[in-house]
Nanobody, 123 residues
């Protein structure tokens, strides 16, 4: 199963980016979706999650108030709007489809993963 993440790039601190992730309908429709990130030398960490309807979201403390996760169930796409970016947000960002309909901060709760998109924030 292929999840296609896109939208990464090189930006300056304070700028915004929007990541997108398209998934096959049979995977996307009834499952929660999540975004994770991994910086060099660090563990992959949870960033944001959303339930299958888009009504329930969760965020890590480090991005709460700056990032917004959303989904379009017609386009089978999940988004991550990233505002007020900081250098410490620099990482490869991965989207993932959960095993259940609700979001989770645990990597083990996700079955399908995208290939990652690089986000680099310069100071």
């Amino acid at each position: 199963v292929q999840l296609q993440a896109s939208g990464g790039g090189l930006v300056q601190a304070g700028d915004s980016l929007r990541l997108s992730c398209a998934a096959p309908g049979r995977i996307f429709s009834n499952n929660g979706m999540g975004w994770f990130r991994q910086a060099p030398g660090k563990e992959r960490e949870f960033v944001a999650g959303i339930d299958w309807r888009g009504g329930v979201t969760s965020y890590s403390d480090s991005v709460k108030g700056r990032f917004t996760i959303s989904r379009d169930n017609v386009k089978n796409t999940v988004y991550l709007q990233m505002d007020s970016l900081k250098p410490e947000d620099t990482a490869t960002y991965y989207c993932a489809a959960a095993l259940r309909s609700v979001p989770s901060s645990s990597r083990s709760s996700y079955r399908y993963w995208g290939q990652g998109t690089q986000v680099t924030v310069s100071s």
